[in-house]
Each structure stands twice: as structure tokens, then as C-alpha cells.
């Protein structure tokens, strides 16, 4: 069974840094697609960003262009969402999701894998 962890997080003041790391373990094959979505109190869960490892194309939402980045790291199976110019907006639980099958990567999608989740909490 693959299991996401999910690390970084934290809380921040509006504008600050923060980074989140996922890496995968226990899969046979490398996942096509690895990225975060995120959910905020009271709001509908949503996408945030994706990286398609196979091609190095990332998907990201309107509201963190220009802020975030995603990029896979050394270790296999492993993503990082570097976050900048945070806002209070982008608080909420941050979840990391992976898929070893599907053949494009955009939010429409389902993935397979999701983690627990993390917190990020930014103040104005």
C-alpha cells in the first residue's frame, strides 16, 4: 500500500515562506503525478499544484501562480511546494496526493494516493 508523509507546514505571518515536502513509499512503480491540494474551514477542498514527474509539467492554481513552486526533490518520489508571499487566504490543511497511472495531471482528475494532511496557517 503507498503511503504518503507529509512534512513542513507551520505557521507563518502574511507574506512569509514556507515549504512542504511529500515523498511516497511502498509503490512498485514511480508515480506519474505528485502534488497538493488543500482545504480551508468551510470551504470545498481544491487543487493547489502538481508536478508530472514523467515531464517536469507543473499544474497550478490561479490564486498561487507567481507565489508557489513545485519541483521534485533527489530522493525518489518526492515533491516539495516551496510557498512565498503567503496570505491569510492560503491557510488551511494541506494534503499531498500521488497517482502511479494516470496519464495527465491537471485537478479534474482523481488521485489514487492522499496524505493525512498538514497544517499551514498564515496571520495577518
Known amino acids: 500500500q503507498v503511503q504518503l508523509k507529509e512534512s513542513g507546514g507551520g505557521s507563518v505571518q502574511a507574506g512569509g515562506t514556507l515549504a512542504l515536502s511529500c515523498s511516497a513509499s511502498?509503490?512498485?512503480?514511480?508515480?506519474?503525478?505528485m502534488g497538493w491540494f488543500r482545504q480551508a474551514p468551510g470551504k470545498e477542498r481544491e487543487g493547489v499544484a502538481v508536478l508530472d514527474t514523467r515531464t517536469g509539467r507543473t499544474y497550478l492554481s490561479d490564486f498561487v501562480k507567481g507565489r508557489f513552486i513545485i519541483s521534485q526533490e533527489r530522493a525518489k518520489d518526492s515533491v516539495k511546494l516551496l510557498m512565498n508571499s503567503l496570505r491569510p487566504e492560503d491557510t488551511g490543511m494541506y494534503y499531498c496526493?500521488?497517482?502511479?497511472?494516470?496519464?495527465?495531471?491537471?485537478?479534474?482528475?482523481?488521485?489514487?494516493?492522499w496524505g493525512q494532511g498538514i497544517q499551514v496557517t498564515v496571520s495577518s
Open positions: 511502498g509503490n512498485h512503480f514511480s508515480n506519474n503525478c
Open positions: 496526493v500521488a497517482d502511479p497511472l494516470l496519464s495527465s495531471c491537471d485537478f479534474a482528475h482523481t488521485f489514487d494516493f
